[in-house]
C-alpha cells in the first residue's frame, strides 16, 4: 500500500479511538506477550464514515493486487463483519470461519456455505502472531478450499508471523502497519516522546519488554 493509504487509515482509526495506550495494564495477547499499545477494531463498526474507508481500502488492495478469489471468508469474531461488507461491495459469497467446531448443531467451523474448490480469501481484522488466522486457513483447507492470501486491517509485524505465513504458503497483505500509526499519532500529540520511546523498546523486544521496562 501507498504511503497515503496506509496513513489514511491509520487516521480512520485513531479519529474513533481504537487505538489505545496502556503501559501501567498492558493488553496480554492469545500468546502471552504483554503488550503497551493496542487496536480495537470492533469500534469501527459503529463509526461508519472510518468503517467505510476500511472497506473501500480492501476494495482497492485487491485490485492493485490483482487479488482473484471467488469466496470471502472472515475469521470469527473481528473479521466478519469487514468480510461480509467487502463480500456485499464486491458481490462475492462470503463465509465465516468460527475459532473451534461448534458443541451442537453442524459441528462445523464454516458457516454460510461449501468452500470445497473455491479460491477462498480470508480478511482478518488484526495480525498478532498469525494463529487465528492460520487455524482459520487450516480450516478452509480441510474443507476443499484454495487458500493463498490473506487480508488485514493492520498487523504488529512481527517476523515470527510473517515465517509463520510465509511456510503455509500465504501472502498477507494490510491496509496499514505500526510505523504509519505511531508517526501519525505522535503528529497528532496522541503519543508524547517519553510514551513512543516505551513503545519502540516494546516492538524491540515484545516477549522480554515488561521484565525490562524501568
Not at 49 to 58: I, L, P, Q, R
Not at 184 to 208: K, N, S
Amino acid at each position: 500500500m501507498s504511503m497515503s493509504t496506509k496513513r489514511s487509515i491509520a487516521k480512520a482509526l485513531l479519529d474513533i479511538g481504537a487505538v489505545g495506550f496502556s503501559p501501567e495494564a498492558p493488553i496480554i495477547f492469545k500468546s502471552g506477550i504483554r503488550s503497551p499499545v493496542y487496536v480495537d477494531n470492533r469500534a469501527l463498526i459503529y463509526h461508519p464514515a472510518a468503517w467505510h474507508v476500511v472497506v473501500e481500502g480492501f476494495r482497492s488492495l485487491i485490485d492493485a493486487a490483482s487479488v482473484d478469489f471467488d469466496v470471502i471468508a472472515g475469521v470469527a469474531l473481528g473479521g466478519v463483519p469487514h468480510s461480509s461488507a467487502l463480500a456485499y461491495l464486491a458481490q462475492k459469497p462470503s463465509v465465516f470461519v468460527r475459532k473451534q467446531e461448534k458443541a451442537h448443531g453442524k459441528s462445523q467451523r464454516i458457516e454460510g456455505g461449501a468452500v470445497i474448490q473455491k479460491r477462498v480469501l480470508l480478511v482478518e481484522d488484526l495480525i498478532t502472531t498469525g494463529g487465528s488466522s492460520l487455524s482459520a486457513v487450516d480450516a478452509l483447507r480441510d474443507a476443499g478450499a484454495l487458500v493463498s492470501d490473506v487480508l488485514a486491517i493492520i498487523s504488529y509485524g512481527f517476523s515470527a508471523a510473517s515465517t509463520a505465513f510465509d511456510k503455509a504458503g500465504l501472502r498477507l497483505r494490510t491496509l496499514t502497519d505500526f510505523a504509519a500509526l505511531l508517526q501519525l499519532a505522535q503528529e497528532q500529540g496522541a503519543l508524547d516522546a517519553a510514551q513512543m520511546d516505551l513503545v519502540r523498546r516494546w516492538f524491540a523486544d515484545p516477549h522480554h519488554w515488561e521484565a525490562k521496562s524501568p
